[in-house]
């Protein structure tokens, strides 16, 4: 007499209908409720490996990594422009769908960053390129210029030192070249405290009287140093 299949259950039919509907592998477009495009690569139900994201609302591309559901790896965010075309804003690293790792960051056609991310923030070594010609290249930290960095003005003069906060802050110096001068001290929150202005190449520098010294007017200047070294937690030499 022949052996008779034991009719499945409905829990087993229902984990073997899941199973089939699940997504794996290279996929087709896939559409979500809100009109969102996805093509490309998925593991267990989620965009993992590579894959193009579209975002119906905004029109924003996403092109590159995926890991569990989330933009992770090498990957390239961009946005619609008037004439049809896409305009590149951020391409390098991500982590947990945020700017992680080393990237280009674009604010405009003239203005950018390239570095150092971390959690979507501007942290670590980087570059920034103004639109006012001048360009920062040194530490962030939490979006803003902190640790040692250097500032060119378009003008090639340019500062090197301590920066805190986004802000001069510490002990630097500040280059006229177009003066053959240096200014060297303490600076507070982007304001010089208490220095030194000198020549930095006397036998190259223009006349002293174009650009006379300016006169140290504190009556104290060692006492004003130790108070802005203080300030921020240096200790006074």
């Not at 006169?215 to 140093?225: F, G, Q, R, S, T």
């Amino acid at each position: 007499m022949p052996h008779l299949k034991e009719p499945k259950t409905v829990e087993q039919l229902w984990k073997e209908w899941d199973y089939k509907a699940q997504k794996k592998g290279v996929r087709h477009t896939v559409y979500s409720v809100n009109g969102d495009e996805y093509t490309g690569e998925w593991l267990n139900n989620k965009k993992h490996g590579k894959g193009t994201y579209k975002w119906k609302k905004s029109g924003a591309l996403y092109d590159g990594d995926w890991r569990n559901g989330k933009r992770n790896g090498f990957g390239t965010y961009s946005i619609p422009t008037k004439d049809e075309g896409y305009q590149k804003v951020y391409s390098g690293g991500w982590k947990n769908d945020m700017k992680h790792g080393y990237g280009t960051l674009f604010y405009s056609d003239d203005e950018y960053y390239e570095g150092e991310f971390y959690a979507d923030k501007r942290s670590g070594w980087g570059r920034m390129y103004n639109a006012d010609g001048s360009t920062y290249e040194g530490e962030w930290f939490d979006d803003k210029q902190s640790g040692q960095g250097m500032l060119r003005l378009s003008s090639e003069n340019r500062y090197e030192g301590s920066w805190k906060n986004g802000m001069k802050n510490g002990p630097g110096k500040f280059f006229y070249l177009d003066k053959g001068q240096i200014y060297e001290g303490i600076w507070v929150d982007d304001v010089p405290k208490c220095g030194e202005m000198k020549d930095f190449d006397r036998d190259t520098a223009p006349d002293a009287t174009a650009y006379p010294l300016p006169k140290v007017e504190l009556a104290n200047p060692h006492e004003v140093l130790a108070e802005a070294e203080d300030q921020l937690g240096l200790d006074a030499e």
